[in-house]
Every structure is written in structure tokens, then in C-alpha cells.
């Protein structure tokens, strides 16, 4: 399952890079021996991978591993670690720090009837903007699951593999978005329009309120997939960013979070 999810991705890749028909590739090698994952690329042994959930764990953070090094190889595209949305014209990139909500968010507002891109990584072309989808198979904690309204989602994890954490708490993996909510919902590829940063706040109400590019493009640049970043990556950032509508957006459940996306992209 691994082996085809890594190979099916790095096809993916391959295509938006080179703009050719996906090929063949090198999609490295994932092992495990004892209580220790393994990897390696193109033929260079990897560091081991922490996986304390066994195999499949090793599995799932080995493929993060190996995309994450392919990404910082492109030339034409910059991946950013966010989860992509669309609807109309609107396209947007929410960006967020691990276990702030962001696939929680991007599921209800799939079931709201919006497309994505993906929820862990969005491709940009670095001189149009423009963003492409590399949906790979969510990964949704069972603790997610309460804020989920859509039954389809529950159906789904209800079949999916699952790993464990050192805190016992459980995570489905391998969710495919077309086949829960119909291949609809994958965006196709379009300029990018607004870069949303997202936190949730219980304590408070929800807030969208805009931000200064300058401001978003610090913020986003840890975000971006880039090796021994230099000033001219600085500088491609904030006159990317410009080009977008920057929001701060705060609210204390997904619902509340949603209701203002929908607006922002309807009104």
C-alpha cells in the first residue's frame, strides 16, 4: 500500500515539474527492521525514521520524508505546507501549524460543497501563481472526528489503516477525497487568490480580518519546501505574496471558520 502511494505521488510530481505525461521514477525505499523504519533514495541510505506506531507509521512519515526532499528539488514550482481549497475563482491557501485544524476545516468545507487542492502540500508555479492539486490521502485523527458532520467521513475511516500514537491516540490514513466526496472535488489547476492564516481560538468569536502581504510572506515563508534559504527566496516570497488577498483568520470551531470562507469567497 505504501509502495504504491509513494509511486503514484512521485509520478504526480514528476508531471507538474516537467509538464510531460507522468513516467516511471525512483520512488526511494521504505523498510523496517526491528523497531527501526529505513530509508533510502536513488540509491543513498536516509536517517532511520521515528516511528513508534510500527511498519506502517515508518511507512506514512517515510513517503512525508521523500516528498519533502523531492520538493526542495524542483525548480519551476514551489510546494508549500498548507491545504488548498477552491470554489469559482477563489482559491485559497490555508496555512496552519500541525493539529490547528486544517484538514478538519478542509472537510467541512468539502461537504459545503468546495473543491481541494490537497491538505498537506500545494504546488505553486513560481512566475504565475498559479496552483495545482497533489491530493494525496488525508490522514485524519480520531479526535477530528466529533467536528466532522459528514457521515461519509466516519464511513470512511471506519475501513481505513490505522496507527497509534505513544499517547494512544489513533489516526486513519489513505482517505481518498474522490471517492468520499466524488472526483468533483479535486480543483483543477488556477492562480491562486487569497492565503488564509489560520488559528483556532475557543475563547473568542471568529475573526477574518486582512494583513499586510509583507506581514503574510514572513509567515509563510517556513512554509515553503526550499533548502538553504537565501534573500532572493525572501524577496520571490513577498512579491508572490503580494499578489494574493492575506487574511488572519480566528475561530473557535470549524463551523464558525467555515462560515466565513464562504463568505469571503461568495461575497
Given at each position: 500500500?505504501i509502495?504504491?502511494y509513494?509511486?503514484?505521488?512521485?509520478?504526480?510530481?514528476?508531471?507538474?515539474e516537467s509538464?510531460?505525461?507522468?513516467g516511471?521514477v525512483?520512488s526511494g525505499?521504505i523498510?523496517?527492521?526491528d523497531?527501526?523504519?529505513?530509508?533510502?533514495?536513488?540509491?543513498?541510505a536516509?536517517?532511520?525514521?521515528?516511528a513508534?506506531?510500527?511498519?506502517?507509521?515508518?511507512?506514512?512519515?517515510?513517503?512525508?520524508t521523500l516528498?519533502g526532499?523531492s520538493?526542495r528539488?524542483?525548480?519551476?514550482?514551489?510546494?508549500?505546507?498548507?491545504?488548498?481549497?477552491?470554489r469559482?475563482s477563489s482559491?485559497l491557501?490555508?496555512l496552519?501549524?500541525s493539529?490547528a485544524g486544517?484538514t478538519?476545516?478542509?472537510?467541512?468545507?468539502?461537504?459545503?460543497?468546495?473543491?481541494t487542492?490537497g491538505?498537506?502540500f500545494l504546488?505553486?508555479?513560481r512566475?504565475?501563481?498559479v496552483?495545482?492539486?497533489?491530493?494525496?490521502?488525508?490522514?485524519?485523527?480520531e479526535?477530528?472526528l466529533p467536528?466532522?458532520?459528514d457521515?461519509?467521513?466516519?464511513?470512511?475511516?471506519?475501513?481505513?489503516?490505522?496507527t497509534?500514537?505513544?499517547d494512544?491516540?489513533?489516526t486513519?490514513?489513505?482517505?481518498?477525497v474522490?471517492?468520499?466526496?466524488g472526483?468533483?472535488a479535486?480543483a483543477n489547476a488556477?492562480?491562486l487568490?487569497?492565503?488564509?492564516?489560520f488559528?483556532r481560538?475557543a475563547?473568542?468569536?471568529?475573526?477574518?480580518?486582512?494583513?499586510?502581504p509583507?506581514?503574510?510572506?514572513?509567515?509563510?515563508l517556513?512554509?515553503?519546501?526550499?533548502d538553504?534559504l537565501?534573500?532572493?527566496?525572501?524577496?520571490?516570497?513577498?512579491d508572490?505574496?503580494?499578489r494574493?488577498?492575506c487574511?488572519r483568520?480566528?475561530?473557535?470551531?470549524?463551523?464558525?471558520?467555515a462560515?466565513?470562507l464562504?463568505?469571503?469567497?461568495?461575497?
Amino acid at each position: 500500500m505504501i509502495r504504491h502511494y509513494v509511486a503514484c505521488a512521485y509520478r504526480r510530481l514528476l508531471a507538474v515539474e516537467s509538464g510531460e505525461p507522468p513516467g516511471p521514477v525512483d520512488s526511494g525505499r521504505i523498510g523496517w527492521t526491528d523497531s527501526i523504519g529505513t530509508l533510502s533514495f536513488e540509491g543513498v541510505a536516509l536517517p532511520h525514521v521515528d516511528a513508534p506506531g510500527g511498519p506502517l507509521e515508518a511507512g506514512v512519515r517515510g513517503a512525508a520524508t521523500l516528498f519533502g526532499m523531492s520538493f526542495r528539488r524542483m525548480r519551476t514550482t514551489r510546494a508549500l505546507y498548507a491545504a488548498g481549497i477552491a470554489r469559482g475563482s477563489s482559491a485559497l491557501a490555508i496555512l496552519a501549524p500541525s493539529g490547528a485544524g486544517k484538514t478538519t476545516l478542509l472537510l467541512e468545507m468539502l461537504r459545503r460543497g468546495w473543491q481541494t487542492f490537497g491538505d498537506e502540500f500545494l504546488l505553486l508555479e513560481r512566475q504565475s501563481s498559479v496552483a495545482q492539486g497533489f491530493p494525496l490521502g488525508l490522514a485524519i485523527r480520531e479526535s477530528a472526528l466529533p467536528f466532522c458532520a459528514d457521515p461519509r467521513v466516519a464511513r470512511a475511516c471506519a475501513g481505513a489503516l490505522v496507527t497509534t500514537d505513544r499517547d494512544g491516540d489513533r489516526t486513519f490514513h489513505g482517505i481518498d477525497v474522490a471517492e468520499v466526496f466524488g472526483a468533483a472535488a479535486l480543483a483543477n489547476a488556477r492562480p491562486l487568490t487569497h492565503v488564509i492564516l489560520f488559528e483556532r481560538d475557543a475563547a473568542n468569536d471568529a475573526v477574518l480580518e486582512p494583513i499586510a502581504p509583507a506581514v503574510a510572506a514572513l509567515r509563510i515563508l517556513p512554509h515553503f519546501f526550499i533548502d538553504d534559504l537565501a534573500m532572493p527566496d525572501v524577496w520571490e516570497t513577498i512579491d508572490a505574496v503580494a499578489r494574493f488577498a492575506c487574511y488572519r483568520l480566528s475561530a473557535p470551531n470549524v463551523g464558525a471558520a467555515a462560515n466565513l470562507l464562504n463568505t469571503l469567497a461568495t461575497g
